[in-house]
């Protein structure tokens, strides 16, 4: 079992940035990859970045490649997502996700999610 919770979402300006963090507990989140997935109002909710638990690869959407940073610290059970030169697009609400297997791009591999933090992006 994982449980995951999301922070650092907020308020920011076109072309500022932000870092979300993702705190999970159980034993087992080494064995875990993680990623995290946005959904804005209307839409699906889409992928945006992953990383593997072992050697620690990662994965980005092509629209946020360039501009987001994926990080794991397995010591303290957190992943983050460093968001930089954020654009009006980019808002949504941003989901941490768990996967033990399967595409990690999509929602279907993802077993534990967290509820959620707001990020807005203003004009």
């Known amino acids: 079992q994982v449980q995951l919770v999301e922070s650092g979402g907020g308020l920011v300006q076109t072309g500022g940035s932000l870092r979300l963090s993702c705190a999970a507990s159980g034993r087992t989140f080494t064995t875990y990859t993680m990623g995290w997935f946005r959904q804005a109002p209307g839409k699906e909710r889409e992928f945006v970045a992953a990383i593997t638990w072992s050697y620690s690869n990662t994965y980005y959407a092509d629209s946020v490649k360039g501009r987001f940073t994926i990080s794991r610290d397995n010591a303290k059970n957190t992943v983050y997502l460093r968001m930089n030169s954020l654009k009006p697009e980019d808002t949504a609400v941003y989901y941490c996700?768990?996967?033990?297997?399967?595409?990690?791009?999509?929602?279907?591999?993802?077993?534990?999610w967290g509820q959620g933090t707001q990020v807005t992006v203003s004009s």
């Open positions: 996700a768990a996967a033990r297997y399967g595409v990690i791009t999509s929602t279907q591999a993802y077993d534990y």
